[in-house]
């Protein structure tokens, strides 16, 4: 077994897994990139839209993950290691959405003018600072 | 481990594993510092996209990106890198089943990919900073545009390096079977950058 033979020639071999089928995960990405586009260019609903990129985008990134970077094939507590990030930026996001989603924002020292046409004559939720 | 306790385990049936190396990862050490050098920079590009997400949220002078991107140019770029990712698997794949000439064909294919990904960026931030009339000091929209796919790319150009410098010790024949361990850990550096522009075309060009 090669693996066997690269442990006597002086170097303990990578861990023998079975190799996963690389074409059918690149044909799952591509169709979960092209299933993006065709929602991003449907014209639904935002919340339905942004719902459904973060939903596909999450399925293409688990599939690298665990199938590319062999997570699926590695001990259990390496996951510990790939998951810690997610746990901390998931509760970054947590900690940050009551403050953002409590007002609405153009600058809130109202110095700059609203610049998109579409919300053209909004008043911030913001109260303007003190003289 | 001595080549002798070695050949001694595989004579009584234990596994050839290295009592110094990491339970995690028991075949190399290399690995889990890769593993563990990926985690904080997921880190660095979590929290970069979140603040990207604090500032636009009921942001209502944050405009379309369509306005300013290119859908299908990107679109183009990430099936580029999602290539490359299975060129690179494949480099694996050759390296450890002891097929030199397949590590070098697809190790080459790999850089090639990124090399591709970063003349379209490269061309994409020309026609964005020129045409377009966008600079990292206008507004929110373009510093955080520039300053994640800046980083990315900065981390795309580390990876060819990386490979490139694989490739070539594989041309100088400096890189045999049981090195194999070397060409699994920059894998690692290549699917995470792929994995993490996935997020980021998501995130700033399509939502």
Redesign the interface.
């Known amino acids: 077994m090669?693996?066997?033979?690269?442990?006597?020639?002086?170097?303990?071999?990578?861990?023998a897994h079975e190799?996963p089928n690389?074409?059918a995960?690149?044909v799952c990405?591509?169709i979960l990139?092209g299933i993006?586009?065709l929602v991003?260019a449907a014209g639904l609903p935002q919340i339905a839209?942004?719902s459904l990129?973060?939903a596909?985008?999450w399925a293409?990134?688990v599939l690298?993950?665990m199938y590319?970077?062999?997570l699926a094939m590695?001990?259990p507590?390496?996951w510990v290691?790939?998951l810690?990030?997610?746990i901390?930026?998931t509760f970054?996001?947590l900690m940050?959405l009551p403050d953002?989603?409590s007002?609405?924002?153009?600058?809130y020292d109202h110095r700059?003018k609203?610049?998109?046409p579409?919300?053209e004559g909004?008043h911030?939720v913001a109260p303007p600072p003190a003289p | 481990?001595s080549?002798a306790a070695?050949?001694q385990s595989?004579e009584h049936g234990v596994p050839?594993?290295?009592q110094h190396?990491p339970?995690?990862?028991?075949?190399?050490s290399g690995k889990?510092g890769m593993?563990?050098f990926?985690?904080?920079d997921?880190?660095t590009f979590?929290?970069g996209?979140?603040a990207y997400?604090?500032l636009r949220?009921?942001?209502?002078?944050?405009?379309e990106p369509a306005q300013f991107l290119g859908?299908t140019t990107t679109?183009i770029m990430?099936?580029i890198l999602?290539?490359s990712?299975?060129t690179?698997?494949?480099a694996l794949?050759g390296i450890?089943?002891?097929n030199q000439t397949k590590f070098r064909t697809f190790m080459f294919c790999t850089i090639i990919g990124g090399l591709l990904f970063l003349g379209m960026q490269a061309f994409e931030w020309h026609h964005l900073l020129g045409e377009k009339g966008m600079s990292i000091k206008r507004d929110l929209f373009d510093a955080t545009f520039f300053i994640l796919t800046g980083f990315h790319g900065c981390h795309v150009f580390g990876g060819v390096v990386y490979n490139s410098v694989l490739w070539i010790r594989g041309l100088m024949g400096k890189l045999?079977?049981?090195?194999?361990?070397l060409v699994?850990i920059a894998?690692?550096y290549w699917?995470?950058v792929?994995?993490v522009w996935?997020?980021i075309?998501?995130?700033v060009y399509?939502?």
């Open positions: 090669a693996s066997e033979a690269a442990a006597v020639a002086g170097h303990a071999p990578t861990e190799e690389y074409i995960i690149f990405l591509a990139t993006e586009l991003y839209k942004v990129l973060i596909l985008a293409k990134a690298v993950a590319f970077m062999h590695e001990r507590g390496l290691i790939a810690t990030p997610v901390l930026v970054l996001c940050l953002l989603t007002r609405m924002w153009t600058h700059i609203v610049t998109n579409a919300f909004a911030p | 481990m080549e070695v050949i595989h050839p594993v290295d190396e339970s995690l990862t028991p075949d190399t889990l593993w563990t990926l985690a904080a997921a880190m979590g929290v996209i979140a997400g604090a949220i009921n942001n209502i002078n944050w405009p859908i679109a990430t099936f999602i290539c990712s299975v690179m698997v494949e794949s450890q089943h002891g045999p079977q049981r090195k194999a361990h699994e894998g690692l699917h995470f792929d994995l996935i997020l075309f998501t995130f399509l939502i």
